[in-house]
């Protein structure tokens, strides 16, 4: 698993905000339909206000039930990483990211397949033998990579994490 551990200050996660149910396997209908009501012209918009890691376009899930079973509600958000005191126009959701630190895991293949897969195996197999867990604090996914139908993609999946 190609992980590395990162300490950052904090920042803010901004775009646009939806509670959606957890669904473990395949596209989440509720996401996709989320993202695609935006226009190409405010994806723009957020890319070009991000400006720190991580970087590009995220997927963020924020308020977790805290056994994430399927089902639970989360707060999805499509949008972009910001220094804290970048101004934020009035229209985006904000979800505030404290200083802290966290693993990134570097996944590539079929989308979201790989990505599902490879958290489950951090679950499973990373966090069981390093000494860290999972603290408070949003999940990010940044698609470095993507084609262009996004069947497959580059993705870093961001966890916050303290000392276990």
Not at 10 to 33: K, M, S, T
Not at 46 to 62: F, I, R, Y
Not at 118 to 141: D, S, Y
């Amino acid at each position: 698993m190609d992980t590395r551990i990162v300490d950052h200050p904090a920042f803010r996660l901004v775009g646009h905000a939806a509670r959606v149910p957890l669904i473990r396997h395949g596209i989440n209908p509720h996401i996709q339909r989320h993202i695609a009501a935006l226009s190409a012209e405010e994806h723009l918009r957020l890319k070009a206000l991000g400006n720190t890691e991580p970087s590009g376009l995220l997927a963020v899930s924020d308020d977790l039930h805290p056994d994430c079973d399927e089902g639970s509600e989360l707060t999805y958000l499509h949008g972009v990483a910001v220094s804290p005191d970048t101004p934020i126009p009035g229209d985006l959701d904000i979800i505030e990211a404290p200083a802290g630190t966290w693993v990134v895991i570097r996944t590539a293949g079929p989308h979201p397949r790989t990505l599902q897969k490879t958290w489950a195996a951090a679950a499973a197999e990373w966090f069981p033998f390093n000494p860290w867990r999972l603290r408070p604090g949003p999940e990010i996914v940044a698609v470095l990579e993507p084609t262009n139908d996004f069947s497959t993609a580059t993705c870093e999946l961001w966890l916050p994490v303290e000392p276990a």
